[in-house]
């Protein structure tokens, strides 16, 4: 049925590696900004394509439960 994509709960736990995942990119990015401006404009760009990704699966889980 509709909890072959998860349940509701199943949100907050995407939520919190999303913001793990997030948190770790920033540091990274702010860590490389001086020494390798393109690597994190790519860390940046990257999270920015997660975040969506994870927007779009958590629609999806909302959507069928």
Do not use: Q
């Amino acid at each position: 049925g509709a909890d072959f994509f998860g349940t509701k709960w199943d949100v907050f736990g995407i939520l919190i590696v999303a913001f793990a995942v997030w948190l770790i990119n920033v540091a990274l990015a702010n860590t490389l900004y001086f020494r390798e401006r393109f690597l994190s404009y790519l860390i940046a760009f990257s999270t920015l394509v997660f975040m969506g990704l994870i927007f779009i699966a958590i629609k999806v889980i909302i959507s069928i439960n």
